[in-house]
């Protein structure tokens, strides 16, 4: 039980990390964001590196689609660079789970202390809001850490031996249990 609740609370601790950067970017930088979207994405490969772009600085996927979305609805653009900039959205968080799986153990209590540091002096400045991502960056490390010792137990456990050793064949399923692990963890970053 306890396991479980350190998983869970890890988990959490990753999605308030991942809110303080999106807070934090889209404050110090939201109207730039906005602008670089909604500008004629009419050449495929420059809304393509935008999806990625945005995607790696808000750490959601899911905040770009809302955008993108409502530019969409507002007719400030099209279809097909829409489709174009989620994709990157999606070869961002790809990239983003890659970068995160490296061991950035050091970096964590170096980013939060910046990050308060900053945050608590120059609270209304940029370099406050800047201070906020770096905190939320820092708790994202932290919260990957605790979520890879909390599951180390799991892991060990003989239904969860069975249930990803059925997992080695068929492509759809694979994609659905992972699918459903991000939903359930809110996060295909946390899955």
């Known amino acids: 039980m306890l396991t479980l609740l350190d998983l869970l609370s890890a988990v959490a601790l990753l999605i308030w990390g991942t809110h303080i950067v999106r807070t934090g970017i889209l404050r110090v930088y939201g109207t730039q964001l906005r602008r670089v979207l909604s500008q004629n994405m009419s050449k495929r490969p420059l809304a393509f590196i935008a999806?990625?772009?945005?995607?790696?600085?808000?750490?959601?996927?899911?905040?770009?689609?809302?955008?993108?979305?409502?530019?969409?609805?507002?007719?400030?653009?099209?279809?097909?660079?829409?489709?174009?900039?989620?994709?990157?959205?999606?070869?961002?968080?790809?990239?983003m789970s890659r970068v995160l799986t490296f061991d950035l153990s050091w970096l964590s209590p170096l980013l939060i202390f910046l990050g308060v540091v900053f945050f608590l002096s120059r609270k209304q400045t940029r370099a406050g809001q800047l201070g906020r991502v770096g905190i939320g960056l820092g708790l994202i490390v932290l919260a990957l850490q605790l979520i890879v010792e909390a599951a180390a137990p799991i892991t060990q456990a003989a239904g969860v031996k069975v249930l990803f050793a059925s997992l080695t064949g068929d492509l759809l399923l694979d994609a659905l249990v992972g699918a459903m692990f991000a939903l359930i963890s809110y996060s295909s970053l946390a899955a």
């Open 51 to 95: 999806g990625i772009l945005v995607t790696a600085l808000v750490q959601s996927s899911n905040a770009t689609a809302m955008l993108v979305t409502s530019f969409v609805g507002q007719g400030l653009m099209t279809l097909t660079p829409a489709l174009v900039i989620m994709l990157g959205a999606d070869v961002g968080t790809a990239l």
